[in-house]
């Protein structure tokens, strides 16, 4: 059983390693074509930041890939020996923490060397090694608290019902629903500093435009997303009588008020075409899929890794496999995204104009260097929102030299307006 978890691994590392592969050459040759979307210096930048950004995740993923061989050939059984002195829940708990500590320890340089030299040196991280340190700790607290409370009573439910896994997609399915509606409480009180707009100008055409939609929100905000990052963001957090809009300081800095409207407009769109609903429907459907799968494993497999069927094992073996079958699962769930997307935007552009959304899109682009062209097989498997020359072209853009390369990396050309 456990070659065919092997297996399975083994084409996710070929199949995800080839497509960082064929992006890089491909953006290595796109950039040296006319800009398109982007000005000239910023397509040029964009598209280093991209290719550093893929080599770094080429890297990540050879070593990933290492990682994954000494756990099951012997972390896995060494971490059980540690842990021996203790059962059931609490086993469970001390062992799976610490299989996801140890992981992180692992995966720290390479979330250091992206945050404090690759974004720094592009000039998108304003993170300081303080304000990382106290995120961390923060973060870690989270995790120790809740990240552990779910673990036990996942825990519990394994020991206690034969058909556990029906039972624990529940208890998780809803701690995740519950984690959507307080985080953005959370990010408030513990990361985050959530204000009121100072533009009250902003804020009442924001509220006339989420009464025109009918969306109730605890307020708009701003937060000083700067502090960390010069990226461009909003979005709508939280679920039910929690939900709020954020605005990203950098947001509201850059953009028009009109433009900014345009932007919270194809958010309004997810929420007027049940895309949210959709969404959750689909990860519950995914999870408990998975939950079916991990919670009819055979004995066979855990005697491969040196363990005990119980809950501490299945838990983490979860953990380690569930990604896989996420990966083969995302082009499906990737192409609905899409296509949500577009509704989106033919949504947003209807409640304000085409112009004012398009004209937010490039300067999204140009603020976030967002290299605009993609290697289709790139665009399969890890694109969830359309290319910006698709998104474009659909919104009738027609203003500059849009172009697509093709496999003779020709450009074709094509200069229009808005229709």
């Keep these: 059983m456990l070659e065919i978890f092997i297996f399975g691994y083994c084409i996710y590392f070929f199949v995800n390693f080839y497509t960082i592969f064929m992006q890089i050459d491909y953006v290595k040759k796109a950039k ?8 000239p210096t910023k397509f040029v930048i964009a598209g280093n930041y991209s290719i550093a950004s893929q080599r770094l995740n080429l890297i990540n993923s050879g070593y990933d890939f290492i990682v994954f061989f000494i756990w099951i050939s012997f972390g896995l059984q060494f971490l059980d020996e540690a842990t021996i002195e203790y059962s059931g829940i609490v086993k469970a708990i001390i062992f799976v923490d610490s299989f996801i500590i140890i992981n992180w320890i692992l995966s720290l340089p390479f979330d250091l060397y992206k945050t404090f030299k690759l974004d720094k040196e592009f000039k998108f991280s304003n993170m300081t090694p ?6 961390t700790i923060k973060s ?65 055409k924001i509220n006339n435009l989420l009464e025109k939609v009918g ?49 919270l407009g194809h958010e309004l769109g997810h929420f007027k075409n049940g895309d949210i609903i959709k969404n959750i429907a689909i990860m519950g459907f995914v999870m408990f899929v998975f939950f079916a799968i991990f919670g009819n494993l055979p004995d066979e ?13 299945i838990i983490t073996v979860f953990l380690m496999f569930s990604g896989i079958l996420s990966f083969f699962l ?35 682009a140009n603020e976030n260097k967002s290299f605009p062209l993609s290697h289709p097989l790139y665009i399969f498997f890890f694109y969830s929102h359309p290319p910006l020359v698709e998104r474009l072209k659909e919104l009738g853009y027609r203003g500059a030299g849009i172009r697509q390369l093709k496999d003779d990396d020709e450009s074709l050309k094509e200069s229009f307006k808005i229709d």
């Design 330 to 364: 995302m082009p499906l769930i990737s192409a609905i995204s899409r296509h949500n997307e577009y509704g989106a935007d033919e949504f947003g552009s209807n409640l304000s104009s085409k112009e004012d959304l398009v004209n937010a899109l490039l300067k999204l």
């Design 215 to 263: 969306f109730k929100s605890k307020g708009v905000f701003s937060v000083d997303a700067s502090k960390r990052d010069n990226r461009l963001n909003a979005y709508f957090g939280g679920l039910g009588s929690t939900k709020r809009v954020v605005l990203f300081d950098t947001l509201v800095e850059k953009l028009s008020h009109n433009e900014l409207l345009a932007v």
């Design 130 to 135: 303080q304000l990382y340190i106290k995120d």
């Design 32 to 39: 040296k074509q006319d800009a398109v979307i982007l000005t």
């Design 301 to 313: 497999l855990f005697l491969q890794l040196h363990l005990n069927n119980e809950p501490y094992a």
């Design 140 to 204: 870690g607290i989270l995790f120790l608290i809740f990240g552990s409370g779910a673990i036990g009573g996942l825990s519990w439910i394994i020991g206690n019902f034969s058909s556990w896994w029906i039972w624990g997609f529940v208890f998780i399915f809803s701690i995740i629903i519950i984690i959507n509606m307080v985080y953005p409480i959370i990010r408030d009180k513990m990361f985050d500093k959530f204000s009121p707009l100072e533009d009250k100008e902003l804020e009442s």
